[in-house]
C-alpha cells in the first residue's frame, strides 16, 4: 500500500489532519525531520483527535535516514509539487510507491525533487492560488492511489 511521507512539515494541524487521514486509510505516515513543531504539540494532538494509536507513526530524524529505510523497503519516490512533471490523476501508481510532500511554506526541496521518480502536480484553474492546503493535497493524492489500487471497496 502507498505510504505517505511528509518532508519538513511545519504547521500542526495539518500534520494532525494527515495523520488522522492515514488512520483511517491504514496508511503508514513518514514524518522527515526536522519539524517545525514538536510531536506533543497540543495542536497536532487534537487534530487527530483520539485517532493517534492507530496511526503507524514513524519519525526520521532527517532525510539520510529516511534514505536509509527507504532503500531497505524498496519503492518509487513520487514528489508532489505545483511544478510537477505528471497530472496525478493520469499517473499509474504502485503499491509499494511513497508520496512525498513538503513542507507548506517551500514544498519540497530541490535535492528531494531531484531524488524522486517522478513528481506530481494536482491540477489548478486559478493561477493565482498558488497551491492547496497541504492536507488536502495529501488526501487528494492518497485516496487517487488507493482508488488505482483497488483499496476503496
Known amino acids: 500500500m502507498p505510504q505517505v511521507v511528509l ?23 513518514h514524518l522527515v525531520g526536522p519539524l517545525g513543531f514538536e ?5 497536532l494532538k487534537r487534530a487527530g483527535l483520539d485517532y493517534w494509536p492507530f496511526v503507524k507513526l514513524h519519525y526520521h ?3 539520510e535516514a529516511f534514505k536509509a529505510v527507504h532503500q531497505l523497503r524498496g519503492g518509487r519516490w513520487l514528489g508532489f509539487s ?19 510532500f513538503g513542507s507548506e ?14 513528481t ?6 486559478e493561477p493565482n492560488v498558488r497551491s492547496l492546503n497541504l492536507s488536502v ?3 487528494v493524492g492518497l485516496f487517487e492511489a488507493r482508488r488505482q489500487l483497488g483499496y476503496l471497496q
Do not use: H
Request: charged share 15%; proline share 8%; net charge negative.
Open 7 to 29: 518532508v519538513n512539515p511545519l504547521i500542526p494541524p495539518n500534520t494532525g489532519n494527515i495523520a488522522r487521514t492515514c488512520a483511517a486509510t491504514g496508511t503508514e505516515l
Open 39 to 43: 510531536i506533543s504539540d497540543r495542536y
Open 61 to 63: 530524524e532527517s532525510l
Open 82 to 100: 505545483v511544478g510537477g512533471r505528471c497530472n496525478y490523476a493520469s499517473f499509474q501508481f504502485q503499491p509499494d510507491d511513497w508520496l512525498l
Open 105 to 118: 511554506t517551500t514544498g519540497l526541496a530541490p535535492e528531494v525533487k531531484s531524488a524522486c521518480d517522478t
Open 120 to 125: 506530481l502536480y494536482i491540477p489548478m484553474n
Open 137 to 139: 493535497s495529501v488526501a
